[in-house]
C-alpha cells in the first residue's frame, strides 16, 4: 500500500510547476560563461517573443538540486546544462531527452564542434543528448616574465644544461618547478582538496605520465609506473615545491597563490587565463599565459578535458521552446559574440574566427590544448570515482597511504564500479 | 465524600487532558501533514534497494542496507569521528556560552551591545562563514598566520595537516554556533526567580556556592534541553565540512553526514542512505530519551 | 574583592568575547570595500579602496530579491511557529500530554539528516503546487523550528509558574486564561530567546531553500552560495552582501534593550 503510495507519487506527478509555455526556466551556475549568456537573451527573446529565466545556483550544490528534478516525470526547468562527469550517470537514467531528431530536423551542424568535446558532452553511445556550451580543458598556467628573465636562463643553463624555455615536455617542466623554488617563492601551486579538485589536477599528472585511466575494455590501468610516477611527483610538487597547506586548497586557494606572484606555474581549468589579467584579482596581469600540459614527448599532451553540455531533461515542461533556445545560443552568431565577451568556445569555426583571434592571440594554444587533451572515464559511475580518487589520492599525499596501495585501492572499487555499469565483463 | 472528591478530579484531569490535546493539535497537524510522508518513505525506502538511477521500490532487501551500512569501514569511521567532533563542540561551546551568560546576567550596561554583537554569527549562513574563513586561514595569504608571523610563530596548516583540520574546524563550529547557546542559556538565567539568592546572602553563601546550590539545580532542565538541541544540530553538521575541508584531508574531517549526504546525492543510493539515516536516528534517539529519563528523574 | 572589581570583571570577559566574535567580522568589512587582489595580499597593505561590492551586489546579483525572500520566510514562519510550539509546550509540561513518547516522536524527524526527508518533501510539494513558493519554504521551516522550539520551550515552563497558575484557577480563571495571563508572561525570556533562534533556523536553513525554491523565491544563503562558482570565490561582493546582511541586527538593538531589561523583570515576578 505504501509502496504503491510512494511510486504513484514519485511516477505520476501531472502538472508542471511555474514555468509557463513563453518561459524557457533553465538552471545555471553563476560562472563568467552564464553571465555572457544572459547579457545576450535579451535579443533572442526580441526574436522569439520567448522569455527566459537563468537561474543560478553554486556549482556544487546544483547536482543536488536537479537531481529531484529530474527523477519525476515533470519537473521545472525547461533546459538543464550538464557537466561532463555527471554525462554517464545522467543518460544511464534517462534523464536526458535524445536530439537527433531536432538536430536533423532543424540541419543543425554538429560537425562543427571540436570532436574530444561532442564525445565527452554530446554523444553517449550514438545518441546525441547535448549541444557542448564551454570547455573548460585543464591546461598549464606559467609565468613568461620569469622564463624571459636573463639570469633565470643563465643559472638554469648552468644547473642543468639545457635552455629555460616554454617546457616541451614534462620531464622539463618538472625541472623548471624545481628549479624556481627558492626564496619563499614556489615552483607550483596545486589544487589538493578532495574529491574533484585532486582528482582532476591529477589526472593531468597521469596523462603526462603516458598513463590512462582504462584500456579498450575498460580493465583499469592505474596501478602502473606512469600511475606510481603521477602520485610520486603529485606528493613532492605539493609537499616539496608547493606552498604549505596545498594539500587542501581548492581551486580558488590556489589560483590566488598564482595571482599574487608567489608561484612559477598552476595546472588548472582554462578560464582562469582571463582572471590573471583582470587587474582586481590578480597582481600578474600580461604575465600569464596558458599551453597544453607538457606530455612524455613533445607531440603528446597531457591535458585533462573538461566540458558543459546544454540538455533537455525528461522533465522539461516545454522542450520544444528549450530547443528553439538551444538552437540558437549555440549558433555559430550567438557562439561567436559569447566567445568575443570571453567564453571558452567548443566549436571550431569559432576557434579559427579571425574576429575572435585578434582579440585573443592564445585561442590557438587554447584549441591545441583541446584538440591533444584526454577524457576522464565518463561513465555511469563517473562521480563515485572522483570520490574515490579523491580520498585515496588525498590519503597519499598526506602519506598515510604508499602510492601503489591507493593506486590498488582505487583499481579495486573502480573495477566494482565498471562492473556493476556493464563496461567491464 | 471522597469518592465524590476523586470523581471531581477525575473530572478535572480529563478536562486538563483534554485541554493539552486541544493546545498541541495545531503543531501535530502541521508536522502530520508534511513531515510523516518523507518519514515513513525513509523508513521503507531503507529496507529497499533503491537508487535514483532507477527509481522503484522493486526488490524489498530486508536489513540488507543496514548490513552493507555497518559493514563499511569508511561510515565506521566517520561515525566515530562525528562522536568525538560532537562531544567536542557541544562541550566546549557549553562551557564557554554560559561563562558568558553568567557574564551578560550580571550586567545591565552594554547588555544590548554585547547580545547584538553576538547574534552577528549565528546569522551568517554555513556556507558564508566556511567560505569567509578559508579566507582567514589560508596558509599563505591569510590574515590568521600573517598575525602569527608578526609574533614569530610559523604559518600553521589549518586545513592541509591530518592532525590539526578537524580542531580548525572545531573553532571555526564554536565561533559561528557558541551564541547559540548563550540566548537559551542567558534567557533560563533571567527567568531565575531573585529570592532564593537574597535568602542565601542572608545565611553568608558566597558567589561559588550560590552557583553550585541555586543556579546550576534550577537551571537543570534549560541546560539539558540547550545540550540536547546543539547535540542534534551538531551531528548533522555539513554544510561547514562541506565547504572547509570536504571531509578532508585524507579522511580526517569526514562526519557521518556529509558521508550520507554523498551517499545519497553522489552515489544516488538513497537506500543505503536512508539505513544509514535510521541507524543514526536511533542512536541519537536512545540519548535523548536517556538524557529525557535522566531529566524527568531530577524533577 | 572590592564592589568595584565584582562590576568590572564581567566586562572585561564580555569585551574580550565581543573582540572574538568581532575581529573576524572587521576584516569581513575590510574585504567589502577593497578587491579580491588587495584582500589576499600579505603583508596587508590598505590598496584599493571603494564601494563597488555595495553596488554589484544590487545591480549584478539580485541581492534585494534574496534578502526579501529570506526575510519574509524566516519571519512568517516563526510567526505561526512561535504560538503553535508555545501552546504544544505547554501541553507537554503541564499536562504531559502525549507522555514522553510523543515528546520524542516530535523531535524525531528532526534527527534525521535533512537530505534523506527532502527528496518525499519534493514529491508532496511539487504534487501541492507547493514547489518553488514562498510559501512552500514557509512550511518546510515550520517543520523544523516546531519541534525544536517546543523542546527549548517546555523547559521554559516546567518552573515553578504552576503554582501560580493555581492560585489563578482558585480565582476563578480558566485554564486558557492561566495559560495566557500567567504561565505565558512568565515564560516571556523563553518564549522570545525562542522565537530569535527560530528565526536564525529558517535564515540559514540551506538545503531545503536549495531544493524547494525558484528564481524567484531563491533565499539569502542560496544566493550568496553563488558567488562560489567553478571559476573561483567572488569573495569581495561575498563580503559586501554579508555585511549588508547583518546590519538589521543593530537596527533591532532598541527592541534588545527593551527586551533584555523587561525579560529581567519579568522573571523577578514570580
Redesign the interface.
Known sequence: M??KL??G??MA?G?A??ASAETV?ILM????DTEYVKALVPEFTKETGIEV?????????M???L??QL??P?G?YSAIVVDFYWVG?FA??GWMQPLDDRIKADNFDTSAYIPALMDLVGKVDGTTYMLPFYN?AMGLTYRTDLLADAKNQADFKAKYNMDLRVPQTWDEYLKQVEFFTKDGFYGVVNQ????DPIAMEWSNYLFANGGEYHDANWKPTLNTEAGVKAIEQYTTNINKYG???????????A???M??G?AYSYIT?N??RT?YDD?????VVGKVEIMPVPGATPDKGGSLNGAWGWAIPKSSPNPDAAWTFLKWVESKEIAKKRALAGGSPTRTDVFDDPDVLAKYPYYPALKKLLLTSHNFAVF?YT??LV?VL??EL??A??G?KSPQDALAAIEVEFTELAKKDGKLQ | MMVRMGQASNAADRRDRRFGYALAAPSLTVLFLIILFPVLSALFTSLHEYTLIAPNFDTFTGLANFKAALGDAEFRHSAWLTLRFVIGVVLLEFVIGFGVALMLNKVERFKPVYYAILLCPLLMNPVIVGLIWRMFLHPNLGIVNYLLGTIGISPVNWLGDTKIAIWTVILVDIWHQVSFMIVLLLAGLSSLPKEPYEAARVDGANAFQCFVHITLPMMRTVIIVTLLIRFIFAVKTYDLIYIMTRGGPGVATDLVSYFIYRTAFVSLNIGEASAMSILLLTAILALTAYLYRYMRSLN | MRPGWRNIIPHIVLSVFSLAILLPLIWVVRVSLTDKLTAYKIPPEIGHVGIENYIEIFSTYPFERWFFNSLIVALVSTAIALPLATAMAYAFARFNTGGAFLRLGVLASQMLPPIILVLPLFTLFFSTGLMQTRMGLILAHLTISLPFLAWMLVSFFEGDSASLEEAARIDGATRWQAFIKIAVPVAAPGILAAGLLGFILSWNEFLFALVLSGADSQTLPIGLASMETHAGVEIAPLAAATVVSLLPVFALLPFLRKYLIKGLSLGALK
Open positions: 505504501l509502496k510512494l511510486l507519487s514519485v506527478l502538472f510547476g511555474s526556466s551556475e553563476g560562472v563568467p529565466n537563468l537561474e543560478v545556483v553554486n556549482y556544487a550544490e547536482h543536488t538540486k537531481v529531484p527523477v519525476a515533470k521545472s550517470e544511464k537514467a573548460y589538493g582538496l578532495r574529491p606552498p604549505v597547506g596545498s594539500a587542501s586548497f581548492g581551486f580558488d586557494e589560483f590566488n597563490v595571482a599574487q608567489k581549468y578560464f582562469f582572471s587587474p582586481s584579482k590578480s597582481a555511469t562521480p563515485q570520490e579523491g580520498r588525498s590519503l599525499v598526506a598515510e
